[in-house]
């Protein structure tokens, strides 16, 4: 159907002629990128390009000129071979320029975005002049599939006095009109081999762009366009670069696109800023008609950062590791207990004196000084943010350190300390500590950041959790102490100081580090545990346990304060003092190990499993094995021994559910239900790293660890 509206639609008649130049044309326009990705082993110097050969080889044997009236023209004057840029690209491409020809001109219009002209006759387009009201057209660009198929053009008119306009003709539906949803977007065949794409406003800017070497595209009608009806997915896996026109319409455009490029899977989305002082609108288009540093500005001009590049996730095979045998890092402090990029958590009981041990062992890093057998380097760089002891306190406590005065002159430099600090380590509290480290150390960043207590400015995240809260734990550990660490510097070493939970001695004696506050993910994050302990509240004498991950284990220490100072003391006198009570201590936790399990055991041969707490509630009070709370915490204490483990396979022994447990029912070893014939095998065990559940490899395969018992 027509009407006096309808363009008339007039036959295409191709000049094979002017499409070779217009090729030819627009390679010499981006010479520099066309031989990059020729020869992209080629040098350019003075105007010219060097190479090897035709092969892409190393050398300067061939010559191209890159501008005059020459531009364009190489010869290698080993071989004595010469030719256009045309015949250059037949020849690295291994394409014959006669017989060949159809496919040397598709192949170089594809790599520029260039639509594959039609046969005469065949493809019909609206006559140039669409209304007699607009003008004539002004510009034309085509949209094109990825294979180079045309799907669309887009005629633009500049009627006098009036606002530009633009007319799409879609190819698909031959009529006057945008395409139907999802539109594509310009450019597809350059998007389709691109890692890195700007998204322009408009044709022009894009069109623009890429003669400049720039692969770029835009979505239909620009910033005036429906961001909905755009297909947005050819942009997935790679880095998009939003270059707005430079006015408030642009801005708004360009962050409303952006989250939808993020979402359409885009690697890295960012949004340019325009240059100070350019005039408004200002665009791509203008900055290449200007002659502007189009590529220094993609690079570094300032950008909005909308997606972060995700990180490569590293990985070694076991030949890399074998093959490195270059020098261990340097511990910050030997015997690695605290290892470059390492987190050492320090913890103890209120008034145990960790705060006043911290100080002193961070004074003596500071000062290059060895501290009860633990030795930095070098003089170490240390900020100490403590959240509890005042400044006029603070003060005193420095003074009662009685460092030589060699040692207090490189603490004047190395060693900055907070007096008590009421601030959470938020997001904004992050941002603080991090600039007061940079106004202390001003030319080499910190080795240590000490934090003291955790507790004081613990910040568990959007939900508000505790530090017992092992999720609100990760959460500071991965979003405050971390994030502080690569503002400051990603090799420094952390210290946290923090309270463990309440215990009595024997569950101390036990696993003393499971009783840290968010034990299980302090204990799955951090690279070493030391624990300050009294083992009697009644002696001066202090115990320091160790924990490592990097390194050997390390013997306990028996240290105490005199005069002022903290001072190791032999092992063997502290252990005669106490060993009547370790006597007692070793021999009752043995009877009780032994009770419990042989307990599951035999109940298991009458016919009765329990999970932990079944367990904890039938037998508290008897037996001697103490309460349900002291009971369940041996228990855990055996699973992390692997001396009990457990098994969710009830319903093949015809054994109800175990009700609601993460572990199932108890298992030990040489179990059985009811008759021998039957055993109980463990399906799962607790991970003594994590404190996760996992599956048993081995059911038939018991190894106990002694460790703790």
């Known amino acids: 159907m027509t009407g006096p509206d309808t363009p008339k639609v007039v036959p295409l008649r191709v ?96 790599w520029l975005g260039v639509p594959r002209q039609p046969d005469a006759n065949t493809q019909p387009r609206p006559q140039q002049r669409v209304r007699k009201d607009l003008g004539p057209v002004t510009g034309r660009w085509d949209y094109l599939s990825a294979e180079g198929e045309l799907l669309c053009t887009v005629y633009r008119f500049d009627p006098p006095g009036q606002r ?40 022009k800017t894009a069109f623009a762009l890429m003669g400049m070497g720039v692969c770029a595209t835009t979505a239909m009608n620009g910033a005036g366009g429906i961001i909905d009806k755009t297909d947005w997915t ?34 890295k989305v960012e949004i340019l800023k325009p240059p100070a002082g350019r005039p408004e609108k200002w665009d791509g288009a203008d900055a290449v008609a200007e002659g502007f540093d189009v590529r220094h500005y993609l690079a570094t001009a300032e950008r909005v950062v909308i997606r972060e590049e995700p990180k490569i996730l590293p990985s070694f095979s076991f030949g890399d590791l074998l093959d490195d045998t270059s020098p261990m890092p340097a511990d910050i402090i030997a015997p690695r207990l605290l290892t470059p990029g390492g987190l050492l958590v320090f913890g103890g009981a209120p008034k145990v004196g960790k705060s006043d041990f911290l100080m002193a062992m961070l004074a003596h890093m500071a000062a290059g000084q060895s501290f009860l ?62 600039e007061a480290i940079r106004q202390r150390f001003t030319t080499h960043p ?23 809260d092992n999720n609100a734990m990760m959460f500071f550990l991965q979003e405050r102490v971390e994030v502080l660490r690569r503002m400051v510097n990603p090799v420094a070493g952390i210290i946290l100081t923090h309270h ?13 580090f499971q009783f840290f506050s968010g034990a299980g993910s302090l204990r799955s994050f951090y690279t070493s545990g030391m624990l300050l302990l009294r083992p009697d509240e009644s002696a001066s004498e202090r115990r320091v346990m160790f924990e490592l991950r990097n390194g050997p284990e390390l013997p306990d220490k028996a240290v105490s304060k005199q005069e002022g100072r903290w001072q190791e003391l032999p092992v063997a006198p502290t252990r005669l003092v106490m ?123 018991w190894h106990a660890s002694e460790e703790g018992a």
């Open 15 to 110: 000049d094979y002629r002017q499409q070779t130049a217009e090729l030819k044309e627009r390679l010499l326009h981006q010479l520099p990128a066309v031989l990059k990705h020729l020869l992209p082993h080629g040098v350019i110097r003075h105007g010219k390009f060097y190479i090897g050969d035709i092969q892409g080889s190393r050398g300067e044997s061939m010559v191209l000129e890159l501008n005059g009236s020459k531009a364009g023209l190489w010869h290698d004057f080993a071989t004595g071979e010469g030719g256009d840029i045309l015949a250059l690209w037949a020849l690295v491409r291994g394409i014959d320029a006669k017989a060949g020809f159809p496919e040397l001109m598709k192949d170089v219009r594809q």
């Open 164 to 203: 530009k306009v633009f007319q799409p003709w879609d190819v698909v539906r031959g009529k006057m009109a945008w395409p139907e949803a999802p539109r594509p977007l310009f450019n597809l065949p350059g998007l389709r081999e691109a890692t890195e794409v700007v998204l322009a406003e408009g044709e």
């Open 234 to 267: 050819p942009l997935a896996g790679k880095h998009v670069l939003i270059w707005p026109d430079n006015d408030a319409d642009g801005e708004d455009y360009a962050k409303r696109v952006a989250s939808v490029i993020a979402k359409a899977g885009a690697r």
């Open 373 to 434: 057998g633990l030795s930095p380097p070098a003089p170490l760089r240390v900020f100490y943010l403590q959240a509890e002891v005042q400044y006029d306190y603070l003060r005193e406590r420095v003074h009662g350190l009685g460092l030589p005065r060699e040692a207090q002159v490189m603490l004047r430099e190395n060693f900055f300390i907070t007096p008590q600090v009421h601030l959470m380590l938020d997001e904004h509290g992050v941002r603080r500590v991090a």
């Open 446 to 468: 910190p080795d240590i950041i000490a934090i003291d207590p955790i507790r004081n400015v613990f910040d568990g995240g959007p939900d508000g959790g505790g530090e017992n």
């Open 500 to 512: 463990i939970r309440k215990a009595g001695k024997r569950q101390i004696e036990e696993d003393p």
């Open 579 to 701: 060993k009547e009570y370790g006597s007692r201590l070793d021999a009752e936790r043995s009877r009780r190990k032994d009770a419990i399990v042989q307990l599951i055991a035999d109940e298991a041969a009458k016919g009765r499993v329990y999970n932990t707490r079944q367990f904890a509630e039938a037998f508290e009070n008897k037996f001697g094995l103490g309460g349900e709370k002291t009971i369940r915490n041996r228990l855990e204490v055996l699973a992390t021994q692997g001396q009990v483990k457990f098994f969710k396979s009830a319903e093949a022994y015809g054994i109800g559910s175990p009700g609601r447990t993460r572990f199932g029912h108890l298992c030990v070893e040489g179990m059985f239900f009811r008759t021998p014939e039957q055993p109980l095998l463990p399906t799962h065990q607790k991970d003594a790293a994590s404190g996760e559940v996992l599956p048993v490899e081995n059911p038939y395969l």
